[in-house]
């Protein structure tokens, strides 16, 4: 991991939450990397919040953490990690479980991939109608993932997100929009 690279990114892109999602490595490392990133988002005044991992999140006393549909509760995690700690939820394309995690106490909802990601190539397709039905009936934030970039993200936001994710438009990115 660049950790100079990441500031830059924060810095520059004006970064509000930052989510670390590396499931393929270590144990030691995934605690060192957190570690250093939790520093430099408490440095920038960025959320730093744990995708899966509410052990990880609360060892590291991260702003709070991420869920997919195979991971813990949200009452789960509300209890390990405590009242003030910020809960997402990925939603797919299902805005009934968007409506789910609402009622459970979920601080934001996802949903995506509302573009072809080359990050997760066969993640299921969310259209950007769902984005505006679920604007509709849910009263946490929206965030819109899965290949947006600094082309497509008005797209997202038009349709009623009120945040987006990206990932490699970040990394990729040279100019200082």
């Given at each position: 991991?660049?950790?100079?690279?990441?500031?830059?990114?924060?810095?520059?892109?004006?970064?509000?939450?930052?989510?670390?999602?590396?499931?393929?490595?270590?144990?030691?490392?995934?605690?060192?990397?957190?570690?250093?990133?939790?520093?430099?988002?408490?440095?920038?005044?960025?959320?730093?919040?744990i995708n899966d991992d509410i052990n990880l999140a609360k060892k590291i006393k991260a702003g709070g953490v991420h869920l997919g549909k195979?991971?813990?509760?949200?009452?789960?995690?509300?209890?390990?990690?405590?009242?003030?700690?910020?809960?997402?939820?990925?939603?797919?394309?299902?805005?009934?479980?968007?409506?789910?995690?609402?009622?459970?106490?979920?601080?934001?909802?996802?949903?995506?991939?509302?573009?072809?990601?080359?990050?997760?190539?066969?993640?299921?397709?969310?259209?950007?109608?769902?984005?505006?039905?679920?604007?509709?009936?849910?009263?946490?934030?929206?965030?819109?993932?899965?290949?947006?970039?600094?082309?497509?993200?008005?797209?997202?936001?038009?349709?009623?997100?009120?945040?987006?994710?990206?990932?490699?438009?970040?990394?990729?990115?040279?100019?200082?929009?």
């Amino acid at each position: 991991m660049d950790i100079d690279a990441v500031e830059k990114i924060l810095v520059q892109h004006n970064i509000s939450i930052l989510q670390y999602r590396y499931k393929t490595t270590n144990t030691i490392t995934r605690l060192n990397e957190t570690r250093q990133l939790h520093r430099l988002c408490a440095k920038h005044h960025t959320l730093f919040i744990i995708n899966d991992d509410i052990n990880l999140a609360k060892k590291i006393k991260a702003g709070g953490v991420h869920l997919g549909k195979t991971d813990a509760s949200i009452n789960q995690a509300r209890a390990i990690l405590g009242g003030n700690a910020v809960i997402g939820v990925s939603c797919y394309n299902d805005i009934n479980l968007a409506q789910q995690a609402q009622s459970q106490g979920a601080d934001y909802v996802a949903f995506g991939a509302l573009f072809p990601s080359t990050t997760k190539p066969n993640a299921p397709q969310c259209g950007l109608d769902i984005i505006t039905q679920a604007a509709q009936g849910l009263h946490i934030p929206i965030v819109g993932i899965g290949g947006i970039d600094f082309d497509n993200q008005q797209q997202a936001f038009d349709a009623g997100c009120d945040s987006v994710a990206m990932i490699s438009a970040l990394f990729q990115s040279t100019d200082s929009r």
